[in-house]
């Protein structure tokens, strides 16, 4: 591991070391998209990516080569098929549709992201 991908390893165990239980349930139901957010608040150059297609999506982090989420680097050989976000992902996850309020009373608007319309 380089220099640049410990300080990345470094960074999340930090993070996740605030309420390891809770954080990594937190960003692996829902999220996982904020998650990529702080990362790349830290480090620029990171790119969001979704893996997990079949179960529903999760998004990663790509930053200096490999891939990221609160569990530390991103074994993708084990999870599948990764896909860059399209500017339409990035504006959906951007918007508030998935601040829990909004889910709760706005499923629909979940069903058209999964059905990708």
């Known amino acids: 591991m380089t220099d640049n991908q410990e300080q990345v390893a470094h960074f999340i165990r930090l993070i ?3 309420s ?12 996982c998209y904020r998650f990529f957010l702080i990362l790349k608040d ?3 150059s990171a790119s969001p990516y ?6 529903g999506g999760h998004t990663v982090a790509r930053i200096y080569g490999r891939y990221w989420d609160i569990w530390g680097e991103h074994n993708l050989k084990i999870n599948g098929a ?13 918007s508030c549709i998935f601040d829990e309020g909004y889910v709760l009373e706005n ?8 059905k990708g319309a």
């Open 42 to 44: 830290r480090f620029p």
């Open 16 to 18: 996740r070391g605030i």
């Open 20 to 31: 390891p239980q809770y954080l990594r349930y937190a960003c692996t139901h829902g999220g």
């Open 82 to 94: 990764v896909l860059k976000f399209t500017k339409r992902d990035t504006e959906l996850m951007s």
């Open 107 to 114: 499923t629909d608007v979940i069903k058209e992201y999964d």
């Open 50 to 55: 979704i893996t997990g297609l079949g179960g």
